[in-house]
C-alpha cells in the first residue's frame, strides 16, 4: 500500500489556524518596529489602499501597521476570549467578511500550491467558496477557493497577562510569514 503525501489541506482547521495566527503574531508584531501614528482608525480591508502597485517595501510596512493596530481584547473578569481572539480559532459555520484577511492555500502561476495572504472579495454561502485577491501586488491573482482552503485570521489580539489560554504554547506548529513576503512556511513556535 503506498503511503499518501501528507499536505497542509489533510489537517483540521483549528490546526491550520493555529498556525496562522502565530506566524501573523510574530512576524507582524513582534518582529515589527513601533510605527509612529498607528493608533486610531484600524482599516481592516486591503482593498481601501490605492489600486497602484506597491512597492514591496510599502507594502510590508502597511502589513506591521494592520498587525500593530489590531484591536485588544479586555474581557470582563471570568470572560473568555472570542473566536478569532489570538488563538482562539473561528466557529466552524463562520464565513469571512468581505475585506477580512485570510490566509488561503492558492495555486500558482507554474501549478504549485502555496499558502498566501489574502483578502476576501466575495463569499457564496450556497456553493461555499471563497473569491480572494491575493494582497501581493505583483501577483495581481484572483482565486476562487472552498471553505478548506481558507483560514480566516485573527480580528483582535490577546492579552497574555490575562486571557494567557488563547495564546499559542511553546512547540506549537504555526505557518510563519517569510521576511518581506506574503507566503507562509510551517514553524515551532
Known amino acids: 500500500m ?4 501528507q499536505s497542509l489541506v489533510d489537517f483540521p482547521p483549528w490546526w491550520l489556524h493555529a ?12 518582529c515589527a518596529s513601533r510605527v ?6 484600524r482599516s481592516t480591508s486591503f482593498s481601501e489602499r490605492p489600486k497602484e502597485a506597491l512597492r514591496r517595501g510599502a507594502l510590508m510596512k502597511m502589513l506591521q501597521q ?17 473566536p478569532l481572539c489570538g488563538a482562539i480559532p473561528a466557529e466552524p459555520n463562520y464565513a469571512a467578511k468581505v475585506g477580512d484577511m485570510v490566509a488561503a492555500l492558492a495555486r500558482g502561476p507554474d501549478d504549485d500550491e ?13 456553493s461555499a467558496k471563497y473569491e480572494v485577491d491575493d494582497i501581493d501586488e505583483e501577483q495581481k491573482e ?14 483582535l489580539r490577546a492579552n497574555p497577562l490575562t486571557d494567557p489560554s ?14 518581506q513576503t506574503t507566503c507562509f512556511y510551517r514553524a515551532l513556535v
Request: charged residues 20%; contains cysteine; glycine residues 4%.
Open 2 to 5: 503506498q503511503k499518501r503525501k
Open 19 to 30: 498556525l496562522l495566527l502565530v506566524a501573523l503574531w510574530y512576524n507582524l508584531v513582534c
Open 36 to 41: 509612529p501614528g498607528s493608533v486610531g482608525r
Open 66 to 82: 494592520n498587525a500593530l493596530t489590531l484591536p485588544l481584547f479586555i474581557g470582563k473578569e471570568d470572560e473568555k476570549p472570542p
Open 114 to 126: 502555496n499558502w498566501i495572504l489574502a483578502e476576501v472579495l466575495h463569499y457564496s454561502h450556497s
Open 142 to 155: 484572483r482565486h476562487t477557493l472552498s471553505r478548506r482552503r481558507v483560514v480566516p485570521l485573527p480580528l
Open 166 to 179: 488563547a495564546l499559542f504554547a511553546k512547540g506549537t506548529l504555526v505557518m510563519a510569514l517569510y521576511l
